[in-house]
């Protein structure tokens, strides 16, 4: 306990010296939300499938551009219940490079996860190299558009198609995405998305799945309530992973400003690209013209030619009070929970990324001089200085 409250206090004293954190999240006018919330001190109904859930839900349906949806606690909880929700077994083909509750979904719902290594461009599931790690065993492919780089979408399909296997997309860095004008969570047999406070739409806490199948709905509904049937009736081993109405509500009003929210962030990627496209050593991610982007990280890569390690930009940005973050580093399979499970050499596109990248501070709030502060410091490690 009182380790955790040193923990707690020291994160605080963290977050109070920082000037510039890696996001921050959007929130709507306060009186926009209050307003939202006013009626649930009238009906009494804070959880369980109420009106804004319902609401929020079906706004996210059109939204999404899915024929299906079913709103969740999270994105964790969106990704172990699908997985679930499938009766999958066995082995599971997937990315380590993510943030670790994608292999941790897999790893709690009882199945296999094996590591698949990244295109060094795309920083998603290298599709060339998914054919040799399918055995008799394989059950599912669960890709990740990380960074909201939306995956190889067609050869997935191919592959999965040529052997049987499902494909749940981890979509929780991609909300709102579209690839070649459908929503990204209609690829697929479902797509998990995240709506955390740090997400470029949030319900404070809070997920969903967009999903192919009908039937795969109904075991979702069950899954995310217990498996209750009724009130004398409970045919599934099922979870708690409902969205409760004040974070519906939240859900609701951020609907109405993402439109502004991702072009707000559009602006600031562009103001770092900017100073930053063509600078020796540093790799940023090129555009694909088949995806519409939400703009959520701004990923850079530091390779040796910069002149300076990732480490080292890393700690000049911290000496000025702005935080970057190693997102992902270390990676899934070479987490201290996971040791001595899988050989991290066999990922080697995915270790040296996880070795070099930087995801630099964005958010719609964020001042373009923050961006061209944050730049400066990074170029004058080159001994360059801003044009
Ligand atoms: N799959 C992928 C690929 C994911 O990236 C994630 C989540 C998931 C699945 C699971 O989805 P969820 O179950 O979380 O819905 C953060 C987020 O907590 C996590 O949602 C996200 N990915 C991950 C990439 O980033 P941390 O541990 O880095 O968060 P934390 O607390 O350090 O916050 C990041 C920054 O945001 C800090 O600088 C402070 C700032 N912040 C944070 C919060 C919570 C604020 O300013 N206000 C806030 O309220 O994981």
Known sequence: NSKWQLIKIRKKKCIMSTNVLVTRPSLPPMD??????KDLWENYWITNMGEKHQLLQSQLKSYLQTDHIELMVNGHMSLELTLQAMKLQGEVITTPYTFVSTTHAIVRSGLTPIFCDIDPDTYTMDVEKIESLITDDTS??????VYGNVCNIEEIEKIASKYDLKVIYDACHSFGE?????????????????????????SIEGGAVCYREPELGKRLEYLKNFGIDGPESV????????MNEFSAAMGICNLRHIEQEIEKRKHIDHRYKSHLEGV????????????????????????????????????????????????FYPIANSLECYRRRFDVSETPNALHLSNHILTLPIYSDLAVEEVDHICEIILKLQGKRLL
Do not use: M, W
């Open 32 to 37: 926009e939300y209050i307003n939202e919330i």
């Open 140 to 145: 599912a492919i669960l890709p990740v558009h």
């Open 178 to 202: 579209t690839y070649k004008g459908k929503g990204v969570g209609s690829y697929g047999n479902a797509s998990c998305f995240s709506f955390h406070a740090t997400k470029v739409f949030h």
């Open 235 to 242: 045919l599934y081993i099922g979870a708690n992973a409902k």
């Open 280 to 327: 020796k050593g540093i790799k940023l991610r090129q555009e694909d013209p088949n995806v519409l982007y939400n703009y959520a990280y701004f990923p850079a890569v530091f390779e040796s030619e910069f002149g300076a390690t990732r480490n080292e930009v890393f700690d000049a940005l911290a000496q000025e009070g702005i935080e970057a973050r190693k997102y």
